[in-house]
């Protein structure tokens, strides 16, 4: 296994670029639908070049760093939920189209159900 101190001192400045082009792009349109090979060609290059920066900045996918950043801005919606928002609501806002799947990746990511973060987020005092 790779040390991640090492790992960082051998990561190419392009693939960094690359990255942090990528990730510009990602948050800016994480609320639509994208494609990988879409923004890969937005920056100029190859999906595999763009995969392979990923893995040697990140240590992930471009994929899995897109499913985060919807993951995380899911649960900033759920923590500020209003009484219309739901959790289906929010999904679709945050464009998760596979609803089935999405408890299961917030619960990986936060350790509990997106319907437990709505009624805790509710509870709360204003």
Known sequence: RTNPAL????????????????EEI??????EPLSMGAVAREIGVG??????A??????LGPRDVLMQMRLDRAHERLLAAGPSDSVTSIALECSFAHLGRF??????AFGELPAETL???RRRPL
């Open 103 to 108: 408890p299961a990746a917030y619960r990986s």
């Open 119 to 121: 009624a805790r987020s």
């Open 47 to 52: 999906l595999r070049s763009l995969q392979l």
């Open 26 to 31: 990602m948050r800016a349109r994480s609320d």
């Open 54 to 59: 990923f893995l040697d900045v990140r240590a």
């Open 7 to 22: 790992r960082d001192d051998r990561v190419l400045p392009v693939a960094r670029a690359r990255v942090r082009l990528a």
